[in-house]
Every structure is written in structure tokens, then in C-alpha cells.
């Protein structure tokens, strides 16, 4: 199994929970880790917890740190010893398979970029992210973030990377894709959306099912769902939104509905816990893998805690395993030699 | 009161439902409305109803109809005396204040854009719509889907519009303008968001209250969300679907929770439905008004059954008797002699 850097500096509760959470990752699943940062912290945290000697766990130092509010490519440049970049390089040389970098996605997504490099035939990385859906699934939204303006082109290199890692690392048989788009004709939509849908429609790659209007994102009718990285942040994050605000209206209903409705709410409560409010925790995945460079890199909420760094070293240690990367460049060859 | 004209025979359920909303209009508010279509059918709905001599009521025949599947523009040109075509004549004409327009959403907004026409200064006309907020109120998220492609001085006179519609319409005494965005920083998001920012920071129209995150659209910081017809529609729609998603996690979790977790659901239910599903009820409006055209035209689902064409009628008259036109028109001028 290839070791996971992590950028143990990285968000909010950096670097305590980052390295719990690593820790957690070594004791449950026995995946290699290596903790990027200051190493001085680091292994306190680690002897603090019994861990200073265990063979799987290595600290690798990196002075600097990239803060959240820092221009993520005017960071990436001047703090050549960033904790992210650092860890970016220990991708690129292979010493490891993949990175988790929790906090700033702008400064992940540079680290990406620059410091693992693009897969050659794709223009701009992409974030996958799970989105619930009523087929009690998940349907992967591309790009959710990474990149803010989307040509035609980009919107089917990102069909091509998210239906890889729905097939590959979700395991989906055959993966429907859909554009996401303002109606289910062809000339429906923007400029680019009507442009996509043809070089959607003529690629050889997938099969291609057509466009997928914003109410169908939740029903599972597409397993993949591209679009640009404007729409697609703007989108999960209004599902976010959305979710807190339908918590709100319960808990107001719950309390003008005088006791009734208040002893409904508290015998229904547990079970809206174990069966509803698990699919919808962002812990249980961890992370949002960042697809199109060459390499794994797994960008984590910078409000995580230990167990969503745990799942993100998990989700990283499987992406990688199924060298997307590698098959991605063979398709756009084939393609290229055609 | 300026007379209300209803395209009769627009959405899935003309003319039966569509009539039925305007007479319950009529008797609920004594607003004083033109149905527009086949006279014939409308007449004897009429008659079934005991309302063929009412004085409020007019009928105004159209022979031909725009179906859910033409393409708006063609079929416009063509079909010189479809019902919605007639009834933008009757705004433009002055002879009706405003039109009601179930159905096809294409079709509408080329009714408004070619039978009524553009304000001088405004080049694309947004539809806005209301989405509930944890404040109880509504956020007005405009466009919702007139226009596909936007440029940034598109989104700045969209912010325009629904300003003056949250406040001449909403009566919210100052309006806070947000821009849909993918970050709170200035330099973030698309090329048109960012250049957007910088047009609505320097206008002196209203204060302008900075980027709106997609997570904060139903907080309520803001009163009206500023963005282009595409994402606003898939933001709209995704709304949707995700309601949708919710009700069946709830009804799933209620299922297999067992005995406790059904009895909590029963009691819960009727607080639920009296609180929370009358404000995410579309009816309750019954449309959403297409802005920046030379008069006021509600846009009703396709799926509208009498009580939202009755919501629609009364919403169209009010918008109406605000004369937006007028003073958008009116700052544009002011902006052109500066």
C-alpha cells in the first residue's frame, strides 16, 4: 500500500486533529502515513498518544504553513516550504500516493496544480463531491470548486474524469452521466452548456444520458453530473444551506405544534439521527478528491476533525489505488492518435 | 385597479383550472381580469359557473395556442394570435396593467421581451423568485431563469430590478443586494462575478452588500441574491429536488425506525404541514414576475392548478400598481445625464 502525506497543518484544528485523525487512519485500516509540517508539534502529538515509534506513521518537516485568507497562487510561490506544497512534492516524487490537505481549498487546489502538475490533455482540475440521492446512493457532482470558468472542452474533460471515478473508485458498473443544464433539450442552456452537450454527444469514451436539469441532481437518475466550478460550488453549497434551514423549519415546527408535536419530534428524533443525518455528514466521506493532476490529492473541510481526517486517508489510500490518472492520460491518447 | 389579463389557455391544466383561478381572483379580491383564448371553451366555463355576466370578467378570444415543446421564439413569430402573444398586445396596449402566463417559461419570456418589449437601458429581462430564509421571510433570487448567458453589466441591472422589487413590491424598507458568488472575497469567482463585483461596488443606485456564498441564500443576510438565468435556474430547481429528497429521508428514516419513530411522525406530521410545507408551497405565490420589460408579467408553473392562477392574479396586480418600469427607467436616465 503507497504511503498518504498529510498536511498535518492544515484547517482549523490543525495540528492536533489532523494528527489524531492520522493516527485513527493507522490504527483502523493500517494505511501508511506521512505527517507533513512542524515536526516538533507533530511528535508531540505523537508520543502524547503512544504513536512516536509505530513503523507506519513517519514526520516529515515543513516550516511554513499557507493561511486560509492567503491568495493561494501568490502563496504557493513565495512559501516554498509550505506544509501543502511540501506535500504536493512528496506526491510528484512517488515517495507517496496521495495527499490529504485539509483548510484552504484555493491553496490545495494550487498545490495541485503546480506542485503535481496536470495530467497531459486536461486543462483544468476538477472536484468530485457525493451529493445523497433519493436511490439511497450518491450522485458525484464535477467540478464542485476547483475551477471558477468552464469552456465546453473543460465540462467534457470533467465527464471523463468523474465518470472514471464513478466507475473505478465507486465501483458503478456503467455510470450515467448527465450535464447538468437549465432543461432537457439540446439547444437548451448557456453558451457553453449547448456547446458541451455536443462534444458530449459525439465522445466515444461513455455513454453520454443527456442533460440533467438542477431538481434531478437528488433523484439518482444521473450518477455523475458535470458542470462548471461556479455552478457546482454554488450548488453544494446551497445544498448545505438548504439542509440547515429545513433543521430550522422541523425544530420550529416541532415548537408551535404545542406538545404534540413536540413529543413527535422527540420519539421520531433517533431514528432521523442513525438513518437520515448519517447520509448527510460530510465526516463519513472525509474529503473531496480533486481530479485531473497526476496524482491523488483529497481536499478536506477546514473545519475537520479527526474522523473526517481518518475517512479522507481512506478515501485517498482507495483513489489512488485505481490509478485514475494513468487511465485518464490512455483515453485521451487513443483519442489523440484517432 | 388596471385589469389583469390570463392567458386561459397557458400550462397542463387549461382552461379548465386556469378560468377557475381567475374567477376565485375575481370573487376573492374583485380584481377585474381579460382570459385570453378560445372564447368558446372559456365562456362555457364560465357559464358553468354562474360568472358569464360578471362585469369583472371579460373574455378576449385567441385562436391559437403555444405548446410546452415549440421552440418560444419560432413559434412566436408564427403563431401571430397565440393567447400569450394576445395578452402581452393587451399590456402593451395599455388596455390591461399586467399578464398572467402559465406554461412554457420560453414562451412568456418572449411574449415579454417581443409583444411587451425591454426597458430602455435594461437588455435582458430576469425572472425573480422568492426562496424561503431562516428569518422567516424570503430571499428574492433573480435571474431564476430568463436568460442563460449573462455579462456583468447584465447582473448589475438584474441587481437593479430586484432591488426594486424587494422594495417597492416586498416592501423591505433597504434591501441588501448580494452577489451569488463562489467565495466572500472580491477576487473570487467567474470572470463575469468578479467583474460583476467591481460595477455593483462602484454604482450608487442602492448599497451594495458583497458576495453571497451559495450556503447563505437561505440564511436571509440577504434580501435579494443577485446572479445569471443559468445558475439561478439550476439553483431554483436543485431547491426543489432537494425538498423532495428530504421528505422521502424523513418518511424513510420514520419507516425504519420502528413503532417509536412512526407514532413521532404522526404526531409531528400535521405541525410539519401547517408551519413548514405552507412556505415552501409554490401555489402560495403563484408565480414569479419576469422584470425589466415595459410591464408586469407573472410567469405561473406549467403544472398550476386554480389556487395558484388565483395567487398569480393577485400578485400581478400588486406588482403593477408599483409601475417598476417607471423608475428603473428613471435611475437609467439619471445614470446616462451623470
Known sequence: MKKVAVDAM??????????????????????????????????????????????????????????????????????????????????????????????????????????????????????????????????????????ANAKAKNLLQNALLGYNYAKRVRHIAEPKVGLLNIGAESTKGSTEATEAYELLSKQTWFPFAGNCEGRDIPTGKFDVVVTDGFTGNVVLKFGEGLGQLFVTMIKDAANRGGITAKLGALLLKPALKKYMMKKLDYEEEGGAPLLGINGTLIISHGASRRRAIRNAVRLASQVAEERIPDIVRETLQEELKD
Open 10 to 147: 492544515g484547517g482549523d484544528f490543525a495540528p492536533l486533529e489532523i494528527v489524531m485523525g492520522a493516527i485513527l487512519a493507522v490504527r483502523d485500516f493500517h494505511i501508511p502515513v506521512v505527517l507533513v509540517g512542524d515536526s516538533e508539534r507533530i511528535r508531540k502529538i505523537l508520543a502524547d498518544n503512544g504513536e512516536e515509534s509505530n513503523p507506519l506513521i513517519e514526520v516529515h518537516h515543513a516550516s511554513q504553513v499557507i493561511e486560509m485568507g492567503e491568495h493561494p497562487g501568490m502563496a504557493f510561490r513565495r512559501k516554498k516550504d509550505a506544509s501543502v506544497s511540501v506535500g504536493a512534492r512528496l506526491v510528484k516524487s512517488g515517495e507517496c500516493g496521495s495527499l490529504v490537505a485539509p483548510g484552504s481549498t484555493g491553496a490545495a487546489v494550487t498545490a495541485g496544480l503546480l506542485g503535481i502538475g496536470r495530467i497531459k490533455g486536461i486543462e483544468r482540475p476538477a472536484i468530485v463531491t457525493p451529493i445523497p440521492n433519493e436511490k439511497g446512493g450518491h450522485t458525484f457532482l464535477i467540478d464542485s470548486g476547483a475551477s
